[in-house]
């Protein structure tokens, strides 16, 4: 058996997590205009100085600091009444048929991302992937983020869970696909036969030249509405997907190239 493993940020969606959402958790009451300019920042130094280890370190404490508190439900119940709006406009065409491709050739398809499970596992369903791999946030006995991760699916992590999920479904990595563009990634493309650089940083692009990797430049954000078939308990299965905006420190994870889908 094969598998494709794609990153999220900035390989299925066109924006990072957490700067897509900031209006709608400012009208909802969780966000201050501070935080929001913060957010934005983050998200310029995300953009255009790529993923660096540290540097995420430093926005991801901070965003735990900012949502610690928060009302797991509450979040829901912004993003629920936004996700239309904020998500459907911003997740990449080439994506979505790269995921046809996929399971066209009877792979099985996952999401891998450091936001945490209560995103990326609705997300994942909405998509019509397999299963993910996501960060696990602690919530206390009355529904609130603590401010700490469970499991943070980051870096060498994401290729261990990989690993882990291929032994016990079966799958062959060596002939199996991966997607990301940070180099903080690279043990997650590493882990797989095909791995594949999707607008990749300054680093992983020098790196996938350097070892003859596939590189792909995902430039079309479209709405899913119209073009494919979202579930009819869609709305009901995104209810945690704010989460992933406030959690995980979301910042933190065209053809081109030899390789092929077939």
Excluded: C
């Amino acid at each position: 058996m094969e598998a494709a493993f794609f990153d999220l940020d900035k390989t299925v969606i066109a924006k990072a997590s957490m700067a897509a959402f900031t209006r709608p958790l400012h009208r909802g009451g969780l966000l201050s205009r501070p935080a929001i300019i913060r957010a934005l920042y983050a998200q310029l130094v995300y953009l255009h100085l790529g993923a660096g280890e540290e540097r995420l370190a430093k926005i991801r404490e901070s965003v735990l600091a900012l949502t610690r508190g928060w009302e797991q439900e509450r979040v829901s119940q912004v993003v629920r009444e936004a996700l239309e709006d904020i998500v459907e406009p911003i997740i990449y065409d080439e994506a979505l048929e790269l995921l046809e491709a996929h399971r066209a050739a009877g792979r099985r398809t996952y999401l891998v991302s450091a936001s945490p499970e209560e995103i990326v596992a609705p997300l994942g369903r909405y998509l019509g992937v397999d299963d993910v791999i996501a960060s696990r946030p602690r919530v206390d006995a009355e529904g609130r983020y603590t401010g700490e991760m469970a499991f943070y699916a980051y870096g060498p992590y994401k290729a261990q869970e990989m690993a882990r999920i291929a032994a016990e479904q079966g799958i062959d990595l060596s002939r199996s696909y991966a997607y990301s563009d940070s180099y903080t990634d690279l043990p997650m493309l590493e882990a797989v036969g095909h791995p594949v650089a999707v607008n990749p940083d300054r680093v992983l692009a020098r790196l996938a030249k350097e070892r003859g990797w596939e590189v792909r430049r995902f430039e079309r954000p479209v709405t899913m509405r119209g073009r494919v078939s979202a579930p009819p308990s869609a709305a009901a299965a995104v209810a945690g997907l704010a989460a992933a905006a406030v959690t995980a420190g979301v910042l933190s994870w065209r053809l081109g190239g030899r390789r092929r889908v077939g």
